[in-house]
């Protein structure tokens, strides 16, 4: 069964820094592509990061620059490091398997793209406020 355990959100102020992880069970980890997305309250799902298997990037253009997605295969995990935080990053944070660019910077998931059922972990929350 997949599943995703993210962890390391937390409070900062604006210009600061935070390393997301996440951990996932229940699939043959480096078969997928994987990626970050966030929900901020009230909002769906923005697809934030994607790491394709070819090793290929993408990331939405609000955070280009500033957030660097990795992962590794040995441990199943998927990081993604944020620098220079701003307040509109405030959101739940989600990993998650099997995303996909619609365009540079797009980023969604084949079930969020088709509308089949998605599986998301409980999410780590990011607040970014002075």
């Known amino acids: 069964q997949l599943q995703f355990v993210e962890s390391g959100g937390a409070s900062v102020q604006p210009g600061g820094s935070l390393r997301l992880s996440c951990v996932v069970s229940g699939i043959t980890f480096e078969r997928y592509d994987v990626g970050w997305f966030r929900q901020a309250a009230g909002e769906d799902h923005e697809g934030v990061a994607c790491l394709k298997t070819s090793g290929v990037a993408d990331y939405a253009d609000s955070v280009k620059g500033r957030f660097t997605i990795s992962r590794d295969n040995a441990k199943n995990t998927i990081d993604l490091q944020m620098n220079n935080l701003k307040p509109e990053d405030t959101a739940v944070y989600y990993c998650?398997?099997?995303?996909?660019?619609?365009?540079?910077?797009?980023?969604?998931?084949?079930?969020?793209?088709?509308?089949?059922?998605?599986?998301w972990g409980q999410g780590t929350q990011v607040t970014v406020s002075s």
């Open positions: 998650a398997v099997d995303c996909l660019s619609l365009a540079p910077g797009r980023i969604t998931t084949i079930q969020l793209d088709t509308g089949l059922p998605s599986s």
